[in-house]
């Protein structure tokens, strides 16, 4: 099996890519990873095919061109169906959500909308910051990326399950508009504002 793996660089995308090596051998992956947000697809990577795209955390929109190319083509999405797209922590933490979770499921031209394979849930701490429920939700999806290629492994078929997006994909501009702050205010808002953007010290929308 070819497969293309697309992610960042960090911990657990590291986990990740090591699993893939591991199990399918290193001649039959391809990864591309960066950290740059919102920067287009690469054109080296708009060349690629095979029987499987993974994306895992990956820093790019995947093109229906390139999805052609590939059998089957599959997303971890760091948040449950409730909190699609763009900073799924943060409108989570603000929306003052009890539950949150992470998902697996097939890539369609929209963005987070695809049919939905698998949705890991945990509990909202009392005191949750926007660190600890990233930390913890990229744990609980290194575990669904396990899973579900434990069952490709297998020989298992991925299939939807009866769960489904509960709205559209939050985009950069929503999420942009989470971050604005302006002195008409209220004290309030602002400071709901401010702790669900802060992470490692300082205001960063994720």
């Not at 099996?1 to 590291?14: A, Q, S, V, Y």
């Not at 913890?136 to 078929?157: E, N, P, Q, R, T």
Request: aromatic share 10%; glycine share 6%; proline share 7%.
């Amino acid at each position: 099996m070819k497969i293309l793996l697309l992610t960042k660089e960090n911990f657990w995308c590291d986990k990740a890519r090591e699993f893939l090596m591991v199990h399918f051998g290193e001649q039959n992956v391809r990864v591309y990873s960066s950290n740059e947000k919102y920067k287009k697809i690469p054109k080296e990577i708009l060349g690629e095919e095979g029987d499987m795209l993974i994306s895992f955390l990956s820093p790019w929109i995947i093109p229906t061109s390139l999805l052609n190319k590939f059998a089957v083509a599959i997303n971890f999405h760091p948040g449950p169906p409730e909190y699609p797209g763009n900073g799924c922590y943060n409108f989570a933490l603000y929306e003052g959500a009890m539950e949150y979770g992470v998902t697996c499921h097939f890539i369609t031209k929209k963005v987070d909308a695809g049919p939905i394979i698998k949705v890991i849930r945990f509990p909202i701490l009392p005191n949750e910051s926007v660190q600890s429920l990233r930390d913890k939700s990229l744990s609980y999806l290194l575990v669904l990326f396990f899973d579900i290629m434990g069952m490709i492994i297998k020989g298992k078929a991925l299939k939807p399950i009866k769960e489904s997006w509960k709205r559209k994909a939050f985009t950069r501009k929503d999420l942009e508009e989470l971050c604005r702050i302006t002195p008409d205010m209220p004290a309030e808002e602002v400071q709901k504002r401010v702790k669900v953007l802060i992470i490692q010290g300082c205001l960063e929308p994720t």
